[in-house]
């Protein structure tokens, strides 16, 4: 008998976007719609825009106190969205 190599669907379809290059902007998508969820509702409350450019993502948000205290947690946030998303979309975050 012959060995069937078996994928799933989720495979089988990731394995067709990144063919056709469309991995990258469906990843960053999900990372941005994530924001509010891994930020939590108190920070993203705040939030005025957010957008990926070059591998950083920028974040606008209102109150000045927030920003320096986020910013001093970057690191943080960007290790908890890429996790989130499951890949390395983002290498840093600029708050503005």
């Given at each position: 008998?012959?060995?069937?190599?078996?994928?799933?669907?989720?495979?089988?379809?990731?394995?067709?976007?990144?063919?056709?290059?469309?991995?990258?902007?469906?990843?960053?998508?999900?990372?941005?719609?994530?924001?509010?969820?891994v930020?939590?509702?108190?920070?993203?409350?705040?939030?005025?825009?957010?957008?990926?450019?070059?591998?950083?993502?920028?974040?606008?948000?209102?109150?000045?106190?927030?920003?320096?205290?986020?910013?001093m947690r970057?690191?943080?946030?960007?290790?908890?969205?890429?996790k989130?998303?499951?890949?390395?979309?983002?290498?840093?975050?600029?708050?503005?």
């Amino acid at each position: 008998m012959f060995k069937r190599d078996v994928k799933t669907i989720g495979e089988l379809i990731m394995r067709n976007l990144r063919t056709q290059g469309l991995e990258t902007p469906l990843l960053q998508k999900r990372l941005v719609e994530g924001w509010p969820v891994v930020a939590g509702p108190q920070i993203a409350r705040f939030t005025t825009d957010v957008r990926i450019v070059n591998q950083t993502l920028y974040v606008g948000l209102r109150l000045p106190a927030l920003r320096a205290d986020l910013s001093m947690r970057r690191q943080e946030f960007v290790k908890r969205l890429n996790k989130y998303v499951g890949n390395q979309v983002i290498a840093d975050i600029r708050f503005c």
